[in-house]
């Protein structure tokens, strides 16, 4: 059985999953609750995609 490599995604694909605009996504990256980013260059900020979905599954739901 094959190790599995997770899957990166970007802030713009953080808004995507979140259905958010990308400075929202900035602003839930700023929570301490969210997870931490990996770098792959100085300017490069990624996230496991996996990770990032649970969080979003894990937040409560607006009431409107």
């Not at 899957?7 to 931490?36: C, H, L, W």
């Amino acid at each position: 059985m094959k190790p599995t490599v997770p899957a990166f995604i970007s802030i713009k694909g953080v808004a995507a999953m979140g259905n958010v605009s990308v400075s929202t996504a900035g602003r839930y990256s700023g929570q301490s609750d969210f997870p931490e980013p990996r770098y792959f260059s100085p300017g490069k900020k990624v996230w496991i995609s996996e990770e990032v979905r649970n969080w979003f599954l894990d937040r409560p739901r607006s009431r409107r």
